[in-house]
C-alpha cells in the first residue's frame, strides 16, 4: 500500500487508504468496463472522501473488530489488496493462470489487475479463466442460499468418476444446472 501511495496510485483518507483508478490508464482491461459508463453509486455508496467515485479501498480504517496497526491508523486491508499481496509474495509479480467464478470479473479481479500491475509494472496474470455458475435446481448454488452441495456429500450417492464424467460433459463458461 505504502509503494502504491509512494507513486502516487494511492491516497490516504481519514484513516482509510484509496486506489487512485485513474491513476491506471488501462482500468477496465480485463472486465471490457470503461469508467465514464459506469453508474457511480450503483455497486458501492459514493463517498466524498474519495477523489473518484469508483475509486477502491486498500486500507479500511476501524478501531473495533479484527485490526493492525498501521501507518495509517488501525485498520484491516481491503479485499483486494489481500489478494494481490498473496500472489505476490508466493507466486511473484506475474502469475502464469489466475481464475475464479465469473462474478469476480468485476470488480475483485479488475482491482486486482490495476493495484499489481500499478505496484510493479509488470502483466499480473498472463491467462483468465472464469468459470461459470453451478446451479442448483435452477438456483444459483451459494452459501447464502444455503444449497450448498459438498464433494464428500454428493459421492454418498454418486461414483466420484460419474460426478467427473458429468463435469466434463459442460465447458467451463457455460453454467451447469446440477440436480440429483
Known sequence: IQTLIDQGHAYPADGDVYFAIQSFPAYGKLSGRKLDEMQVGARVAVSDRKRHPEDFVLWKGSAEGKFWDSPWGNGRPGWHIECSALAQKFLGETID????????????????????????????????????????????????????????????????????????????????????
Open 97 to 180: 493462470i489466475h481464475g475464479g467464478g465469473m462474478d469476480l470479473i468485476f470488480p475483485h479481479h479488475e482491482n486486482e489487475v490495476a493495484q499489481s500491475e500499478c505496484r510493479t509494472g509488470a502483466c499480473f496474470a498472463r491467462h483468465w479463466m472464469h468459470n461459470a455458475f453451478v446451479n442448483i435446481d435452477k438456483e444459483k448454488m451459494s452459501k447464502s442460499l444455503g444449497n450448498v452441495l459438498l464433494l464428500h456429500e454428493i459421492f454418498k450417492k454418486f461414483d466420484p468418476m460419474v460426478l467427473r464424467f458429468y463435469f466434463l460433459q459442460h465447458h467451463y463458461k457455460t453454467p451447469i444446472d446440477f440436480s440429483f
